[in-house]
């Protein structure tokens, strides 16, 4: 139970769809983008408009840029462990 509110309903493809009564504020947004893939916004219209830009921008970041090179020098990947 994540709110007073909720009411779930079970769909037959196993799915569940889950309806909230709450203010769309930053905790909210951020809770949703938590889920990742697993959550899908089906209303109110500008949630689910700005589900879809968030996650067209977080995708641009990954596009526009190449990986970083994370390779480190060797003394520093062996730095720590143990030899025995």
């Known amino acids: 139970m994540w709110h007073a509110s909720q009411q779930i309903k079970d769909r ?4 569940v769809v889950m309806t909230l009564e709450v203010s769309d504020d930053y905790a ?15 209303a109110p219209a ?6 879809r830009d968030e996650l067209d921008q977080s995708r641009e970041q990954y596009e ?5 090179d994370l390779s480190y020098p060797a003394e520093l990947a062996t730095r720590g462990s143990s030899t025995r």
């Open 12 to 15: 037959p493809d196993g799915s």
């Open 28 to 42: 909210l947004r951020s809770w949703i983008l938590g889920f990742g893939r697993f959550v899908r916004v089906l």
């Open 46 to 51: 500008h949630l689910v408009e700005w589900v």
């Open 64 to 68: 526009a840029y190449p990986a970083p």
